[in-house]
């Protein structure tokens, strides 16, 4: 089965701070991740996505993942946060060609302090 | 592109009554997904039709649940005898499948709320 942990519920940031969110995940085959966006009342929007080659995946709005085989992690980062980051964060897991039915962490809502 | 659309916006409803939700996905895309977000966790997928084929239903969605996608374009959601545990928001993507890579499109959801 799988499964997508995102330990940190919620997460505060001073704007101009960088910004570490952290997802674990479980899946049986070549894992294909994303993170996700959502801000309040909208819908989801993809920020990046990885399935193979390079490790570090660059992202819309300045923002950048790792995907860690041995740790089973796929972190997401931005080095400088704006105000408008201000959301709520998904991590998921699934197939690259049914994205789909992606298996969804319960993510990690992030507030940024001016 | 006009993106994905959701109709209604909010919905109240009392228990036991019927609802139906609407989804009009991007107009080239052949793939269209049904989730369901509660308070606190992540969409849970339901339900996903490509073109008017609905391929795949989860565990989750019971025999009062039931979609549609009648052209291939627009789909339907409907919930029979709704009960307090069906309040939710409830999002649709779309994509196009082209055998490569899939990237979802979402609409902004549906939040129903069952009295």
Sequence with gaps: AQSVTQPDIHITVSEGASLELRCNYSYGATPYLFWYVQSPGQGLQLLLKYFSGDTLVQGIKGFEAEFKRSQSSFNLRKPSVHWSDAAEYFCAVGARTNAGKSTFGDGTTLTVKP | ?115
């Design chain 2, 1 to 115: 592109d006009t993106g994905v659309s959701q109709d209604p916006r909010h919905k109240i409803t009392k228990r036991g009554q019927n609802v139906t939700f609407r989804c009009d996905p991007i107009s080239e895309h052949n793939r269209l997904y049904w989730y369901r977000q509660t308070l606190g966790q992540g969409p849970e997928f339901l339900t996903y039709f490509q073109n008017e084929a609905q391929l795949e239903k989860s565990r989750l969605l019971s025999d009062r649940f039931s979609a549609e996608r009648p052209k291939g374009s627009f789909s339907t959601l409907e919930i029979q005898r709704t009960e307090q545990g069906d309040s939710a928001m409830y999002l649709c993507a779309s994509s196009k499948s082209q055998g490569g890579s899939e990237k979802l499109f979402f609409g902004s959801g549906t939040q129903l709320s069952v009295l």
